[in-house]
């Protein structure tokens, strides 16, 4: 009998460009609750993908209480004893609480075919009671909660006798009170001999709950460690450990000029608190911070894509109202969304239509559609910016990342914007593209316009920024300034996590 309830050896999962995970190997003892840590990207979500079956590896190994298997659909990952709860909770809002516990698992009525469904209730209602909340089953799970929300979703792993639960983020989304809540059933589940696999950004929760800890980085195992033998500096030191080569981005180093933008005492949403900052003209202000530190969140209601209840925004030293995009790009604030597939782009529509969506005035007399001038623009457009084509009249969808990418790009600049906010600018593209985004951003850098960065890696915000922003939990947590001592990931990672 192994040792390990679960255990991944030497696994590797590829996709086209990136190695997302490399020779992983992890082990989870029975009745223990294991942290995993690592900077975003680093590969934690494919881990879990990985071990649910919705990614098979290319090369490795998966065991369940010593026993081999390959798991090719999440059912199989669910039939060994494998449940997660993910971080967006995978919940119906319009079936009940029951009806949610027992989806793809309903029980009959003895020797019928029609549904026990007051069983059903009575099971719903002793789980859900016994993970401590005393819930109407019936109603809706809409209605709920997230607190209970997620309790909905580790029910339904205690009835299938799950020997591991995976929790990525299980707090993110929870109130203080809900957030000690799940942290007694997390205990509650370990001494009932589950184990757990918790995936969190906070190191008080690891610390609190944790028996040992796994460092990702890079899609790599870096260290497992019992938790009494760890520190804030070791984990973080775990996490960043690469060489940062400022040579490999292409900055430019240049006095910046006045105040572009200035935002003060910004509340949005629960998602954005007392946020106030300044960005210049001729500079690129970075903002860094891990998942749900607010960065986005904060951008679009900068944008007018979000509601802002409190604060004031300021452009060229005029205080502006901005209540849609609408309101923004008139006052020539541009906004590249980090889902350019969904909200970048019309994928169906040529380039030359994508090319003018956010400027469509400029390309009509008021009746009717200039179709030779926007033509000409984007002809300018794909030979300024090297956009790899057979033509403006391409599809969007038939071109590469990286080239779709330098569309959306095209489509701001051809609005004449000051400001150009570029949300997660060079996720899912390759090296090549990346760099060739980099010079496009300095251009613009280099003719007075203002440029926000809103990126996950590390490297790039270090390497591109004149001034980073950290945030966490929709609070600015430290600012840098690239002439700085301390200007590296040590203490951008340190702001990021909340510690000194």
Not at 180 to 189: D, K, Y
Request: charged letters at 25%.
């Amino acid at each position: 009998m192994s040792e390990y309830i679960l255990e991944l050896k030497n696994v590797t999962k590829k996709f086209p460009g990136v190695v997302a995970l490399r020779n992983m190997s992890i082990q989870l003892r029975p009745g223990e609750v294991h942290g995993l840590i690592g900077e975003n990207g680093a590969g934690k979500s494919t881990l879990i993908k990985v071990l649910t079956g919705i990614h098979a590896p290319e090369e490795g190994e998966i065991y369940v209480e010593g026993k081999p298997y390959r798991f090719s659909t999440p059912t199989e990952s669910r039939e060994a004893g494998i449940a997660c709860v993910y971080q967006e909770l995978n919940i119906v809002k319009m079936l009940s609480v029951t009806d949610n516990i027992f989806i793809n698992k309903a029980i009959n009525r003895p020797k019928s075919i029609f549904l026990d469904s007051a069983q059903m209730d009575k099971t719903a209602h002793e789980v859900m009671t016994r993970l401590g909340h005393d819930v109407d089953v019936r109603k809706l799970c809409g209605v709920m909660g997230m607190g209970v929300q997620q309790m909905v979703e580790i029910a339904r792993a205690i009835l299938i006798d799950a020997k591991v639960i995976i929790m990525d983020e299980p707090t993110s989304s929870l109130g203080e009170k809900e957030a000690a809540q799940l942290m007694h059933v997390v205990r509650e589940l370990k001494e009932s001999g589950v184990t757990i696999l918790f995936v969190s950004h906070k190191l008080e929760e690891l610390y609190e709950i944790c028996d040992r800890v796994t460092v990702m980085r890079d899609g790599e195992h870096i260290l497992t460690d019992d938790i009494e033998n760890l520190d804030n500096d070791k984990i973080i030191t775990a996490m960043v450990g690469r060489t940062f080569d400022k040579n490999m981005y292409p900055h430019v180093d240049m006095a910046r000029g006045e105040e572009a933008l200035r935002v003060e005492h910004l509340e949005s949403q629960g998602a954005v608190h007392d946020v106030s900052f300044k960005a210049y003209k001729g500079e690129i202000l970075g903002f860094a911070g891990l998942v749900g530190a607010g960065r986005t969140e904060t951008m679009r209601v900068v944008f007018g894509a979000a509601a802002c209840e409190k604060g004031e925004i300021y452009k060229d030293e005029q205080r502006l109202s901005i209540k849609s995009p609408r309101d923004a790009i008139k006052n020539r604030i541009a906004f590249l969304t980090e889902d350019r597939k969904g909200q970048g782009l019309v994928l169906s529509q040529s380039i030359d239509i994508n090319m003018v969506l956010a400027s469509m005035k400029k390309f009509s007399n008021g009746f009717w559609y200039n179709k030779s001038l926007a033509e000409k623009r984007a002809k300018e457009n794909i030979n300024d910016m090297k956009i790899k084509t057979a033509g403006i009249h391409e599809a969007a969808s038939q071109l590469s990342g990286g080239n779709q990418q330098k569309v959306v790009i095209g489509k701001w600049i051809n609005t004449d914007a000051d400001i150009f906010i570029f949300d997660e600018p060079t996720r899912g593209i390759d090296v090549g593209a990346k760099v060739e985004v980099y010079h496009l951003m300095n251009r613009l850098k280099q003719k007075g316009k203002c440029i926000i960065m809103v990126s996950s890696e590390l490297p790039e915000i270090l390497g591109m920024s004149d001034r980073v922003i950290v945030m966490r939990e929709g609070r600015i947590t430290g600012e840098f300034n690239a002439s700085e001592s301390f200007f590296n990931q040590d203490s951008i990672m340190k702001a990021a996590w909340g510690k000194e």
